[in-house]
Nanobody, 123 residues
Framework: QLVESGGGSVQAGGSLRLSCAVS????????MGWFRQAPGKEREGVAY???????RYLDSVRGRFTIFQDNAKNTLNLQMDTLKPEETAMYYC???????????????????WGQGTQVTVSS
C-alpha cells in the first residue's frame, strides 16, 4: 500500500516535501518513482529510485528535486525546491516489481499507485 502526503499550495520559488508511506513492499524487490499529472496532460515521471539507492530524474527537475528513502519511517520522499507554476499537478508515488524496472520511465510498468497528493504553485 502507498499513501502520499505533503502536498499543498506554495508560491513560485518555494519548496514542498512529499512523503509516501510504504507498506507491503521491500525496496530490494521494487523500484519506486514519483509521477505527476496536470489536467489535460499525460502522466509524466519526475524521479525514480532503485534498490541500490541510485536515482534518476526528469531533466527539467534535476538539481531542484531530490528523491530519497527514509528507512526508519518506511517512507519514500520527494523534496521539491524552486517550484514553478507549470509544476502544478497531482503527484503520485508508485512501485514496480524489479523485472520491470528496466522500463522505469514507463508508468504502465508500475503495478502499485498511491491516491495522489495535489501540488499547486502560484505565480
Amino acid at each position: 500500500q502507498l499513501v502520499e502526503s505533503g502536498g499543498g499550495s506554495v508560491q513560485a520559488g518555494g519548496s514542498l516535501r512529499l512523503s509516501c508511506a510504504v507498506s507491503g513492499y521491500t525496496y530490494s524487490t521494487y523500484c519506486m518513482g514519483w509521477f505527476r499529472q496536470a489536467p489535460g496532460k499525460e502522466r509524466e515521471g519526475v524521479a525514480y529510485i532503485f534498490h541500490d539507492g541510485s536515482t534518476r530524474y526528469l531533466d527539467s527537475v534535476r538539481g531542484r528535486f531530490t528523491i530519497f528513502q527514509d528507512n526508519a519511517k518506511n517512507t519514500l520522499n520527494l523534496q521539491m525546491d524552486t517550484l514553478k507554476p507549470e509544476e502544478t499537478a497531482m503527484y503520485y508515488c508508485a512501485a514496480a516489481p524489479y523485472p520491470s524496472c528496466v522500463y522505469y520511465r514507463r508508468s504502465d510498468k508500475y503495478n502499485y499507485w498511491g491516491q495522489g497528493t495535489q501540488v499547486t504553485v502560484s505565480s
